[in-house]
């Protein structure tokens, strides 16, 4: 599913920046070689990062 329209970003290369340790959108439409434009998609974007480091942080917690 297209997360950013303005960069045609998928919401699995968002989560997948978010794994790399992208803490924002800013920062993990940067690492797919991309800035933000419009904005719009800010919101659902930063919501996909959150849920998917508190996954990470949940195994993580797990391992330990
Ligand atoms: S929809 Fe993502 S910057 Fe416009």
Same mark, same amino acid.
């Given at each position: 599913? $297209? #997360? %950013? =329209? %303005?960069? &045609? $970003? /998928? +919401? =699995?290369? #968002? /989560?997948s920046a978010a794994r790399r340790g992208c803490p924002c959108p800013d920062s993990a439409y940067r690492s797919l070689g991309c800035q933000m434009q419009c904005? =719009? %998609? /800010? +919101?659902? &974007?930063?919501e996909i990062i959150d849920e998917e480091r508190a996954l990470l942080l949940a195994v993580q917690s797990r391992a330990a």
């Open positions: 599913m $297209i #997360v %950013c =329209s %303005c960069n &045609a $970003i /998928r +919401d =699995s290369e #968002v /989560r904005g =719009s %998609c /800010r +919101d659902y &974007a930063t």
